[in-house]
């Protein structure tokens, strides 16, 4: 006969037992159903990584002012004349070169292409259908201009604000601080810049002699 200290200790065994099996039938169903880390790559479907934003120096990512009228290196031949009013268009080397009408009064823009895609673009910024760029706002984002040159263009207010290797100069009133052409183009050295558009740089024609001691 089994006396009592027997059935107490078979008891006891027989609920430790139990606890290890109910133990191991938990730690199954968690392994069987808990979450498992995986890396984003290792997801089928999972989301394309966000691309950085195109650098400061890169001329597609330039935007200046909503009156611009092509992206350099992406715009076609083709699609100038759809999207703008074409005024005349003639070759001068290798290059196409496109006068466009201005939204500014009287003025005109320039698109030239090469091989078929933009290389560079003149926008007249003077007009009331967008604000004008300031000489500040563009200094605080690209630092300040590889060289300035003083009363160039079309007055003795203008000065140009030269940023070729980024791809970009822009002729502004330095008494205002107030951007009236933007030039944006495939970056270039500085010696490039005033060889190919040096046009843009002649010296403005002589002050009014009130303004002699500016």
Known sequence: ???A???QLRLIGLGVLVLVIISIIILVLYSAFAPRDQSLDSIEGAPTPILASPTPGD????QFTPLQKTT???TTDEQIPQQNEVL???????ATIYTIRSEEPGKTDEIRTKDGIVVFEKTSTKTNAAPLPKIATIK?????????LDKVGEGFYMSAYLYPTKGFAI???KYTGSVYVIQRFLSMTLADYKKQYGENLSPAPAMPK???EL
């Open 1 to 3: 006969m089994i006396n």
């Open 88 to 94: 005349s268009k003639r070759k001068v080397g290798g």
């Open 72 to 74: 350099i290196e992406q």
């Open 140 to 148: 605080s984002k690209y630092g300040n201009p590889e060289e300035t």
């Open 210 to 212: 009130e303004f002699q």
């Open 59 to 62: 001329p597609k990512s330039h």
């Open 171 to 173: 002729y502004a009133n």
């Open 5 to 7: 200290t027997q059935l």
